[in-house]
């Protein structure tokens, strides 16, 4: 990624714990003349021998939706952005209109045009597209030139602005797991979408010898990502066939948000040119792990960047649940803030799941007996808990987070952190006490029970119903526009499962009913 004097900030450092970049925020849609004329000069002067631009903006679905201009026609709409049509809100991943009409893109308004602004800060250069410019877009409405209700960048603005109120930002990580296959979009195609080939074959985790079999796209992928200013931390293989694990390195969570996004699509692009096409999908196989996507958060202070998650020496809790508190170990390393953005990220956590698993297959991946939480669950370094807490002596003190471990690969990035951040800081503001015990032996042995968790939605459309349900935390936090619209998108997904005639289905049945 390019430093550029759009953005004051340092460059973000790779580390498990924190990073010492400041936030960067979204330009706003009015500025001053003046300083929009060195901008244009600025950019004039870094783009001197580039013909054209490549820009794209994410949609509901993760995707980013783009296209590549004339350099003059881009240096010409960096102050009033440029028409950009409202569709990519009014239709689903493969471009079908939604059956219901959204108030943003519709028939009525004729899918007119929102306002696009590129990002002048998340300027990079493709390395595997010779070196081209890209930005990313953020979305704005037309008639009020503000933030569009549902552009997720814009969502996850409005949730960074609240903590910046308080004088915090906050800190992500992103894991993706993801299988690869030989394979290309006509070959899968052909088949039918069925039977893909593995990359590799067998169940091999942590492996140094699988990646060797394809050493070129392996490395590429590491290399070619920071090249575009995606950080990996670490890249592994997981256990199942052809599956790789990259950790994003520690940012704050716009950065991350983009990183995350700009990360699968990298994948992707970078994989076709070597004849392999990897999936993000949630749950490829009936009977093997499927992919998740874990997000890591802290909160800092703006002023001092401390972490504000991490217990001060001497702090002393202020909830009811002083049993487990005092008998379970680890909890002491918990701030006051953590446990109040914990307590709200649970509670408000089944109103958020049509985000933390935004497709029908997500709930394939969120079963019992894998490694996927399926319940309002926390633990002190629990992999079997919706959140997992972690701290020392498992980190430095400075690196104490948690790990949301409901998300699978097919996340929207830029929405499942928005959500958690909005829950986390609605348990924050209102004080709120933790709704369950810590998922651990000691709190059941002492209490002399096992513990009833609260069940996560089941399926997208149970889900999508708990979101738009009426006083719903999603609405509170994430306002009715938004979730309004989300839902329904949801909800049209749920419709086209249910109308769909499967090869399950069409083996069961077709010669014996």
């Known amino acids: 990624m ?19 970049s400041s936030p960067v925020s979204s330009p706003d849609i009015t500025t001053s003349g003046s300083t929009f004329t060195n901008k244009v000069e600025q950019f004039t002067a870094l783009l001197e021998n580039d013909l054209r631009v490549k820009v794209a903006g994410v949609d509901l679905d993760g995707i980013l939706r783009g296209k590549v201009m004339a350099k003059s026609k881009f240096l010409s709409i960096l102050e009033s952005g440029f028409g950009f049509c409202s569709v990519i809100f009014g239709w689903d991943m493969h471009d079908k209109t939604y059956a219901e009409e959204l108030s943003i893109s519709n028939a009525v308004n004729g899918y007119r045009d929102i306002i696009a602004i590129p990002d002048l800060t998340t300027f990079r250069r493709i390395p595997w ?9 953020s979305f704005y409405d037309p008639s009020t030139r503000t933030p569009l209700s549902v552009c997720p960048r814009g969502v996850l603005k409005r949730v960074t602005d609240s903590l910046a109120s308080l004088g915090w930002e906050a800190m992500c990580g992103v894991e993706f797991e993801f299988f690869n296959f030989r394979e290309t979009p006509d070959t899968l195609a052909a088949k039918g979408h069925t039977a893909p080939q593995p990359l590799t074959p067998g169940m091999f985790g942590y492996s140094l010898l699988r990646p060797t ?3 070129d796209y392996f490395y590429d992928i590491f290399d070619q990502c920071k090249e575009f200013g995606v950080n990996i931390e670490s890249f592994h293989t997981e256990t199942g066939p052809g599956v790789y694990e990259a950790a994003l390195s520690y940012d704050n969570a716009t950065r991350m948000a983009d990183m995350a996004n700009l990360f699968k699509l990298s994948v992707k692009q970078l994989g076709i040119k070597q004849g392999i096409m990897p999936t993000f999908m949630a749950k490829p196989y009936g009977d093997q792990p499927g992919c998740s996507g874990h997000i890591h958060f802290s909160i800092r202070d703006l002023a001092t960047k401390a972490n504000l998650f991490a217990a001060q020496p001497g702090e002393h809790s202020t909830t009811e649940n002083a049993e487990w508190e005092t008998s379970v170990k680890g909890v002491d390393t918990m701030s006051q803030i953590m446990k109040w953005f914990t307590a709200g990220l649970l509670a408000g956590l089944p109103s958020i799941m049509a985000i933390l698993a935004p497709n029908i297959n997500s709930y394939k991946r969120l079963v019992e007996n894998y490694w996927a939480p399926v319940t309002v669950s926390w633990g002190i370094e629990s992999r079997l808990s919706a959140i997992r807490v972690i701290g020392p002596p498992q980190c430095d003190p400075k690196g104490t987070r948690l790990e949301m471990r409901v998300g699978g690969a097919d996340i929207n ?5 928005a959500a958690c951040l909005a829950t986390g800081l609605y348990g924050i503001k209102n004080k709120l006490p933790m709704p369950v015990a810590p998922t651990t032996e000691e709190v ?3 209490q002399g029970k096992v513990h009833i968790k609260e069940r996560l939605p089941r399926s997208l459309k149970d889900a999508a119903q708990a979101m738009l349900a009426p006083g719903s935390i999603a609405r509170q936090v994430l306002g009715d526009a938004f979730v309004d619209h989300y839902g329904a998108t949801r909800l049209n997904e749920c419709r086209l499962w ?3 005639v499967t090869t399950w289905e069409t083996k069961r049945y077709f010669e014996l009913v």
């Open 413 to 417: 990035p830029h929405l499942a952190i």
């Open 129 to 137: 597209e010779s070196d081209i410019p890209f930005f990313l877009l």
């Open 444 to 446: 059941d042995i002492a």
């Open 2 to 20: 390019y430093t550029i004097s759009t953005n004051n900030s340092p460059a973000p450092s790779a580390s498990s714990s924190e990073s010492d």
């Open 213 to 215: 079999l394809h050493q």
């Open 498 to 500: 249910e109308t769909a």
